[in-house]
């Protein structure tokens, strides 16, 4: 029963280039979260979709983050003309059906702006 | 705005003895408790929740306590391991209250359990 799973593991941009984080949903799972964590802080909610639809991007950066989650494929997160404040580690966490359950995490995606 | 608070950034148990992280919060929304364990580059991995209707919730070797009119939980690991050292979250959704389940993380304990 594979987990939660988010890829590239680890991304390198330079200053002004774009980053896409790509997650794929625990099986049966249509509730996708991102997270963020920077250093020496804790996780940080970015935004809740579901299949095709945005839900709660309260905790997005208004400017250069988008998200998706097609009906098809993973979810992304874009993150357009990196800065080097975008350096973090990306956690997509989801869970089953309803809301109010535990949200599983994927190992991460760890993010460095040179 | 904190709402969800782990006071002690680090803690050390001998091995075999009790671990005790704390976590208080201030949204009497919150609805749902979860506590987290990360070692360093994996992702937060589940250990066990409570929901606001109940105080206690055992798992094996960890129980989390409740005390709502005090904004508190707490994680009791016992007896404690070597392998149990690692970062601990603690978490809080108000997702049962109508919201969408977003969780609001502590900034975490850093446990080490010498042998």
């Known amino acids: 029963n594979a987990g939660v799973m988010q890829n590239p593991r680890h991304l390198v941009r330079r200053r002004g280039q774009e980053a896409r984080l790509r997650c794929s949903p625990m099986?049966?799972?249509?509730?996708v979260y991102w997270y963020r964590q920077l250093p020496e802080e804790g996780l940080k909610f970015m935004v809740y979709?579901?299949?095709?639809?945005?839900?709660?991007e309260s905790g997005m950066p208004k400017e250069r983050f988008s998200a998706e989650f097609p009906k098809e494929g993973p979810s992304i997160l874009r993150i357009q003309q990196v800065v080097r404040g975008d350096s973090a580690a990306y956690f997509c966490a989801s869970s089953p059906q309803s809301l109010g359950e535990t949200q599983y995490f994927g190992p991460g995606t760890r993010l460095l702006v040179l | 705005d904190q709402q969800v608070k782990q006071n002690s950034p680090s803690l050390s148990v001998q091995e075999g003895r009790i671990s005790i992280l704390n976590c208080d919060y201030t949204n009497s929304m919150f609805d749902y408790f979860l506590w987290y364990k990360k070692y360093p580059a994996e992702g937060p991995t589940f250990l066990i929740s409570?929901?606001?209707?109940?105080d206690k919730n055992e798992d094996g070797r960890f129980t989390v306590f409740l005390n709502k009119s005090a904004k508190h939980l707490s994680l009791h690991i016992v007896p404690s391991q070597p392998g149990d050292s690692a970062v601990y979250f603690c978490?809080?959704?108000?997702?049962?209250?109508?919201?969408?389940?977003?969780?609001?993380f502590g900034q975490g304990t850093t446990l080490q359990v010498k042998p």
């Open positions: 979709l579901q299949k095709e639809n945005i839900i709660d």
């Open positions: 099986k049966g799972h249509s509730h």
């Open positions: 978490a809080a959704s108000a997702g049962r209250s109508g919201n969408t389940g977003k969780l609001i």
């Open positions: 409570i929901s606001s209707i109940k």
